[in-house]
């Protein structure tokens, strides 16, 4: 067991606690710094070395932008489902009326006009 290493990953995780802290303290970090007795040189080296250890473990090299991949289109056809519509359909006690998406707008207004003059 390698106890360099050990250390080194325990060290890293408190680092990646104190981050977690400051940003859920809502003080700045100075203000934070100052408040558990670090200066903010120590306080961006250690962000810095966490930052640089993420992007080995995902293969990236630091300050350089991930390349960035073409989006991809698939078509995919989807049944038409029977009695399916995506028409208006209006219920008064005992009426019923339907209107059909391909409808014109003035047979909609026809429609409404009807409905408010009933």
Excluded at 21 to 42: D, F, H, M, N, Y
Excluded at 90 to 111: F, T, Y
């Amino acid at each position: 067991m390698d106890t360099q290493l050990v250390a080194t990953q325990m060290r890293h995780r408190s680092w990646m606690e104190d981050y977690a802290r400051q940003q859920e303290s809502g003080l700045t970090v100075k203000a934070w710094c100052q408040e558990k007795g670090i200066t903010q040189k120590t306080f961006y080296y250690r962000l810095r070395v966490l930052r640089e250890e993420a992007c080995s473990l995902i293969n990236m090299e630091p300050n350089k932008p991930a390349v960035k991949q073409e989006p991809e289109f698939v078509r995919v056809d989807l049944p038409k489902t029977v009695g399916a519509s995506s028409g208006i359909r209006i219920k008064l006690d005992s009426a019923e009326i339907s209107i059909s998406p391909d409808a014109s707008n003035e047979h909609v207004r026809m429609v409404l006009e009807a409905i408010a003059h009933a």
